[in-house]
């Protein structure tokens, strides 16, 4: 009975040495501390606006460096040292060449711009231009103008950078039969290089390519020497597309027309089966 009295002491006198041991270590651990909570407002990001750049031809050079945009209610010349903004004016046009001058004329300065047809290749990036351009930029308070070349391209409607295929001529249906049968006729515009390609009917075609605003021109055309039934439509495709001089759309279509309106081209940008 001793025994078993000693042993249950023993075990109470255990048990209260581990609670208080345990309580010591409690009081003794560091207070468990909360994060704190990110307080920083997150602003909200507005959406980036992308201007939207207006100009129907760019140009632009080197020593000294120069950047020009013609625009439909702007002209503006960019300089190392002065900024020239006009108002647009009418061009100086010479047909054979392929040639126009703007000449304008301020209070304070005067400038001429010259716009050749002719390729350009830049020094720097040695990326050709079908446009070489000329400047000649006068204050009032130089006694000489300040000549500045470079390289241009027309930008044109971006509606025109499709695969057109042709509709009508003369307000004349076509349809594969007046062919070769295999296709229509087609042409697809490439302004940064000035020139056009496509198919006539039976022939794949390329070509060079004057183009401004309402103003598109084709010129030295050549093809393959491919012989299929019906030339004579194809000869006559080619022919009209030659005279044509301007181009305007209705809704989607596309219509080439010759000065005197007489030949009229009509392509739609959907493919036709």
């Keep these: 009975m001793k025994r078993v009295l000693l042993s249950l002491g023993l ?11 345990k309580e010591e270590t409690d009081k003794n651990s560091p207070e ?21 750049d207006l100009s129907y031809f760019r140009a632009q050079g080197e020593a000294p460096d120069w950047e020009l945009s013609l625009r439909e209610d702007t002209f ?19 047909e054979s060449s392929n040639l126009k001058m703007y000449r304008i004329k301020k209070e304070t300065s005067a400038v001429d711009i010259i716009i050749a ?6 020094s720097i990036s040695g990326q050709t231009s079908p446009y070489t351009v000329t400047i000649s930029f006068k204050g009032n308070d130089s006694e000489e103008a300040k000549i500045f070349e470079g390289c241009g391209t027309y930008i044109g409607n971006p509606n025109l950078y499709k695969l057109w295929v042709l509709e009508e ?6 349809s594969k039969s007046n062919y070769s049968g295999s296709e ?7 302004p940064e290089t000035g020139s056009f390609s496509g198919f006539a009917g039976c022939n794949r075609m390329n070509g060079n390519l004057f183009l401004e605003k309402d103003v598109i021109k084709f010129s030295n055309i050549i093809s ?16 009209k597309l030659m005279k044509v001089t301007s181009f305007k759309f209705n809704n989607d279509m596309l219509l080439l027309m010759s000065e005197d309106q007489g030949n009229v081209l009509t392509f739609s940008s959907s493919n036709k089966s």
């Design 76 to 94: 503006e010349l960019s300089m190392a040292e002065d900024t020239f903004i006009t108002p647009p004016a009418e061009p100086i046009v010479v």
């Design 117 to 122: 047809q002719k390729e350009c290749t830049d």
């Design 11 to 21: 075990l109470l006198l255990i048990t209260n040495c581990v609670e208080k041991k």
């Design 224 to 239: 393959t020497e491919m012989a299929c039934p019906n030339l004579n439509t194809e000869m006559e495709f080619l022919e």
């Design 32 to 52: 468990k501390v909360e994060a704190p909570k990110d307080t920083l407002l997150h602003e909200e990001t507005a959406p980036l606006i992308t201007e939207v």
């Design 169 to 174: 001529i003369n307000s004349k249906a076509v």
């Design 184 to 190: 229509f006729p087609n042409i697809e515009i490439h």
